[in-house]
């Protein structure tokens, strides 16, 4: 059995969360029930992330069951949470029993707070990736989806997160089951306009 935690906080980038969740949850569904996905917050109360869109966890950080997968989530809000002792102290107690630690966009910035990025390869959203340098604490990559460092895994902007997630489910069942999880969530990007360099 896999438990997925995925953390939500004020101001946290709603795609960063949305996007593992939607795998890890499909990833249990598909399980037939041995797999579990969990939202995590610092209490089960409201949350209102960076667009607006405000959701509920389903359980409290210090109720939350041991964890497999651990996945970060960033956007401005991670700025409070990187000063936030109480989150970063459960992160460093959550993150030091998972299998995968794991984080999306500037997430990464809390994985290195905490620890576990330091001196490590990781990645962040382009638009960070300088900010994250500056640390001095990590190699940041960019021009990459995500990167894995032992069993460190951080992805890049937003929708990166969905790859990150599916790896993550191929890693802890098999690449095979990770793809029925793609299939099931009709995960196969065809974007009608190519990003500029």
Not at 99 to 119: D, I, K, P
Not at 130 to 147: H, S
Request: charged share 20%; proline share 5%.
């Amino acid at each position: 059995m896999a438990v997925y935690g995925v953390v939500v906080f004020e101001e946290a980038e709603e795609l960063d969360f949305v996007g593992p969740w939607e795998v890890f949850s499909a990833a249990a569904a598909l399980s037939g029930g041995e797999d579990q996905a969990v939202l995590l917050g610092e209490r089960v109360a409201p949350v209102r992330c960076a667009k607006g869109m405000t959701v509920v966890p389903q359980l409290a950080l210090t109720d939350a069951p041991g964890l497999d997968v651990l996945c970060v989530p960033g956007g401005e809000g991670r700025r409070a949470q990187q000063k936030n002792e109480v989150f970063l102290a459960w992160l460093r107690a959550a993150g030091a029993r998972a299998t995968w630690v794991t984080s999306v966009c500037t997430g990464a910035f809390l994985l290195v707070e905490a620890g576990f990025a330091a001196h490590k390869r990781v990645t962040t959203h382009w638009s960070r990736i300088d900010e994250l340098r500056e640390r001095g604490d990590a190699t940041v990559v960019e021009g990459v989806r995500f990167v894995r460092d032992g069993n460190v895994v951080t992805a890049a902007g937003v929708s990166a997160g969905i790859d990150m997630a599916l790896w993550i489910v191929g890693q802890m069942r098999t690449p095979a089951f990770a793809r029925s999880v793609q299939r099931y969530i009709e995960y196969d990007p065809a974007p009608p306009y190519a990003s500029e360099t």
